[in-house]
């Protein structure tokens, strides 16, 4: 498990159904943090109810303007009148947005806001920008109506079990709804895949999941049945959602095709708009050097002290590497040949939680890289140096919580960075390292980024929308004059103008721009704009190199970023610019007046039913759990969380009372310290059928505390006060019979810092530390104490070849027999499930992962079967048992395994084992079928 918030139900759930001894076998993930807590508030419009605390009061307001328009709008769209209030989530910051306990999962550095399928709820952040902010909501109300939409047609019909619609087309459908047209971004992504034979027809699609293509290409296929069959077959592909399961007949009801030839004819389409391109269009590579000619990476953001092309060594840029996103080195090995490795490694420490990819760029000056992470509870400035190899200097600022793209002066003495305040203002900010001093240069409700000093440190360049106040996303560049705080608009504002930087013999200032459809490279020199480069995909984030003759730049190229030198030339004059004077003035977001807001007030909690479900589980270590109906409550923000469990152990209407299951947990997810509290009776058989099958009546109160120190640590403490009643008519081997009533006590210290890939862990590592004790209060021999250790460890060997290390040791001491188990699949390959138990179990396991078939498709005269990765391991199993009936002494198992994954879902696999005891091996190879994830 990944996330916190649902750890903490679960290991609830499993200390009132089985005690205190579950809370161990389930302790890994990473945690959410709630580093402050926030006084929530409530703006109540005639079709929203927007959440918000009130450093956001700004943002709710111009929300609460947009959510308005967009209802009308939508609805008519739509034909959608809602039955309730569309619940909106506002979030000051990205980080805030992150802690967010309206889903259980953690959410990544690049997602910018979600619609929550059960109560519909609306999670947005601030990322800076109020017209990215409108773009992104108009985006996530469309996921609302749509499936406020799906919820009438279908109750209209008396259905109420439908699936949702494939992934593109409920994404695609939001991008073309918020956007109505392509963009310079999405054009750029089609182009490059049609071009590059990259593209994924729709059925295809699956393969990128959830990736910026995925949306892109939805997004093109959406607009493409709107311009060929018109708007209105948007709505009608809803309309008809009641009269199939499938998506394939319902487009074919639609529209007259189905998804393979709708796929066909718009590719068609596509070819003719994009191949043109190639005769007016170079590949980067025509026109300059790839740096990391390789098919998988993710490189931007390039930054370098070399003072040449000829002296280019070392390049630093931010790329995706070993399942994290790093701060990558370049080196150049040779003639023509660069090699990639990570310098500075992220989402492995609180000091580099996360390198924001998408919103922040790195700058050098001389030996010092200059870079933001967040660090804990807000972003912090790295001053890194590169021949020491460590950190200068760490800043912080407590009333700025989002930091971006900062800049060394040329003396070394300030930094220029970008930074959102508590009020919702992006602006700029220089820091005075020899005066301790944090100045202002911008103050006003415009997105000012992308600061860069020239050389003489009197005067900062940045890109800014400054030159639109309407809904439109564009941005000019522009510089401002320390001294005076004058601006000069350098670019018109009619085009987005991003990531400027000075030459260094400032006479120049060179930036990227989608002026002329695509995003490419530009240079402002003495009045004139110069095209840089012309590429099919686009260019971003240049950097110029000293000499002036050459530059740095990420390059979307066949589907990735990748960085790449191109010479500075002067032959392809664009046009004369006109740089002026920019004049302030004050435009703020729109907002409601008060006439027009229903209700603001403070925010109350309230529980709504969150989900239903039948539960009946088997834990691997403890059998039987418990069965029954479970109900799952919380209240809008997902902070106050219920959980109730009813169920019954016996038919006999007689001794229902006496056998009836009822657990109650609420969980408290609002603060730093999380805590839990609940009431329990439950009457089972306990154990496992293999060895000490026994019936248990358990009834008491339990209460528990978890506290994040960091996103990768944590310390979990749970005390259960209950009676027991128990009676052992089956196996005799030690059980005590009898009532007691017992406190049990739990501790326990977890660190988990891996990266995940398809199929499992591959880099980090993860170990849990925990100790129970269970005092009986009426000393009748029931008391017991538990300890248990879990470390693993993942070591990447090369491109996806994996080393897994896992040692686990459980231990029981005292009066009442607690046994563990050794023996199956989880744990002793080759063995018979559970074939060993005692009250001590100690295990090792060794593995190397690799990968062998990336994809295996089968073709049949009536269609195609695909399997989408298989991979191998070679695998050496140890472990023994000790404290019970007998001693096993060291058990081994060694052998290979074939896995086929299936996505997101367990793996399956065969393990092909020989057994050993460590002096001989056994004959004869036992075959091992596993089902799950792997460790």
């Not at 500075?344 to 390198?355: A, D, L, N, P, Q």
Request: hydrophobic share 40%.
């Amino acid at each position: 498990m990944k996330f916190m918030s649902k750890f903490m139900l679960v290991t609830m759930l499993l200390i009132l159904i089985i005690g205190a001894d579950a809370y161990a076998q389930y302790p890994f993930g990473k945690n959410k943090i709630q580093y402050s807590p926030k006084k929530w508030k409530l703006i109540e419009t005639d079709h929203v109810d927007i959440y918000y605390y009130p450093d956001e009061e700004v943002v709710a307001k111009f929300i609460a303007v947009q959510a308005e328009s967009i209802y009308v709008e939508y609805s008519d769209y739509f034909d959608v009148e809602f039955e309730r209030k569309i619940p909106v989530i506002i979030y000051g910051t990205h980080h805030d947005f992150k802690e967010t306990n309206v889903v259980p999962y953690l959410i990544s550095e690049s997602t910018g806001g979600f619609t929550e399928f059960v109560k519909g709820r609306v999670v947005l952040p601030f990322m800076g920008s109020y017209k990215r902010l409108r773009r992104i909501f108009r985006h996530e109300m469309t996921h609302a109506f749509m499936l406020e939409k799906l919820r009438l047609v279908m109750k209209k019909h008396r259905r109420f079990k439908y699936p949702q619609p494939p992934l593109w087309f409920t994404e695609g459908l939001a991008e073309y709804i918020a956007n109505k047209r392509l963009d310079s971004e999405a054009r750029m992504f089609l182009r490059d895949a049609v071009t590059s034979g990259n593209f994924y027809p729709l059925e295809d699609l699956w393969r990128v999941r959830g990736s910026y293509l995925m949306y892109k290409e939805g997004e093109a296929a959406v607009y493409y049945i709107a311009l060929r069959f018109g708007d209105l077959a948007i709505r009608k592909i809803l309309e008809n959602w009641w009269k199939s399961d499938r998506f394939d007949f319902l487009l074919r009801e639609t529209i007259g095709l189905n998804v393979r030839e709708l796929s066909k004819q718009w590719l068609r389409y596509l070819k003719r708009r994009y191949y043109p391109s190639l005769l007016t269009m170079r590949n980067p590579d025509e026109i300059g050097i790839d740096l990391i000619d390789e098919r998988f990476v993710f490189d931007i953001h390039p930054a370098t002290a070399d003072p040449s092309i000829d002296s280019l060594r070392t390049v630093y840029c931010i790329g995706y590497d070993m399942g994290a996103i790093n701060l990558l080195k370049l080196s150049r090995i040779g003639k023509g040949k660069w090699k990639s490795k990570v310098f500075i490694r992220g989402e492995k420490s609180t000091r580099f939680e996360s390198f924001p990819v998408l919103r922040s760029r790195i700058s050098m000056r001389g030996d010092t890289l200059v870079f933001v992470t967040k660090s804990g509870e807000r972003d912090a400035v790295y001053l890194y140096g590169v021949s020491k190899d460590g950190v200068l200097k760490r800043l912080s600022f407590p009333e700025l919580r989002i930091l971006n793209s900062p800049s060394l002066s040329h003396d070394g003495k300030m930094i220029v960075f970008s930074g959102i305040d508590n009020r919702g203002k992006s602006d700029l900010f220089i820091y005075r390292m020899d005066k301790n001093e944090l100045l202002r240069l911008t103050n006003d409700y415009f997105e000012d980024i992308h600061p860069d000093w020239i050389s003489t440190d009197s005067e900062v360049v940045f890109s800014s929308d400054r030159c639109s106040d309407g809904v439109k996303e564009l941005r000019a560049i522009y510089s401002i004059n320390i001294a005076s705080r004058r601006i000069m608009q350098l670019t018109d504002g009619r085009h987005d103008d991003v990531y400027p930087r000075y030459m260094s013999d400032n006479k120049g200032v060179i930036f990227a721009s989608d002026r002329n459809g695509t995003y490419d490279i530009y240079i402002i020199r003495d009045g004139r704009l110069y095209r840089q480069t012309n590429i099919i995909g686009g260019a971003f984030a240049p950097y110029p190199i000293e000499d002036g003759k050459d530059f740095l730049a990420s390059v979307y190229r066949d589907g990735t970023f990748r960085v790449f030198v191109f010479p500075v030339h002067f032959d392809n004059l664009e046009g004369d610019v006109f740089p002026k004077e920019f004049y302030s003035y004050d435009w703020r977001p729109d907002s409601l007046s008060s006439q027009e807001i229903v209700k603001n007030e403070n925010y109350r909690p309230k529980f709504e039913l969150d989900f239903i479900g039948a539960a009946f589980a088997l834990d691997p270590d403890f059998g039987y759990m418990g069965n029954g109906a479970q109900f799952f409550l919380s209240d809008i923000l997902g902070n106050h969380q219920l959980i109730f469990l009813f169920g019954t152990a016996t038919d006999n209407f007689d001794e229902i009372f006496k056998n009836i299951n009822f657990a109650f947990t609420y969980v408290n997810l609002e603060n730093r310290l999380n805590y839990a509290i609940g009431a329990f009776h439950l009457a089972s058989y306990f154990g496992s059928y293999y060895d000490i099958l026994r019936y248990e009546r358990r009834y008491g109160v339990m209460g528990a505390l978890s506290y994040p120190f960091s996103k990768f640590t944590r310390a979990d403490l749970s005390v259960v006060a209950k009676g027991m009643e128990r009676d052992d008519e089956i196996t005799y081997l030690g059980l005590k019979e009898g009532k007691s009533w017992l406190v049990t006590n739990y501790i326990s210290f977890t660190n988990d810092n891996i990266l995940w890939y398809i199929g499992g862990p591959m880099n980090g590592h993860r170990f849990n530390v925990s100790l129970g004790n269970t005092i009986d209060l009426e000393g009748r021999g029931y008391e017991y104490t538990t300890l248990m250790l879990d470390f693993r460890h993942y070591y990447s060997l090369g491109k996806r070849i994996i080393l897994a290390q896992r040692i686990v040791s459980r231990n029981a001491w005292g009066s009442d027999l607690q046994l563990f188990y050794l023996g199956g699949s989880w744990d002793l390959r080759g063995y018979r499930f559970r074939q060993y138990s005692g009250k001590r179990v100690t295990f090792i396991n060794t593995e190397l992962r690799f990968p062998l078939v990336d994809r295996l498709l089968i073709r049949f005269p009536f269609g195609r079967l695909e399997f989408p990765l298989f991979r191998g391991s070679l695998f050496l199993d140890a472990g023994r048992v000790d404290g019970f009936i007998y001693e096993t002494g060291w058990l081994g198992s060694f052998g290979a395994g074939v896995e086929m994954n299936l996505g997101v879902l367990p793996v399956m696999r065969l393990n092909f084992c020989r057994l050993t005891d460590f002096k001989e091996i056994e004959k004869g190879l036992k075959i091992d079928l596993f089902l799950g994830y792997n460790f």
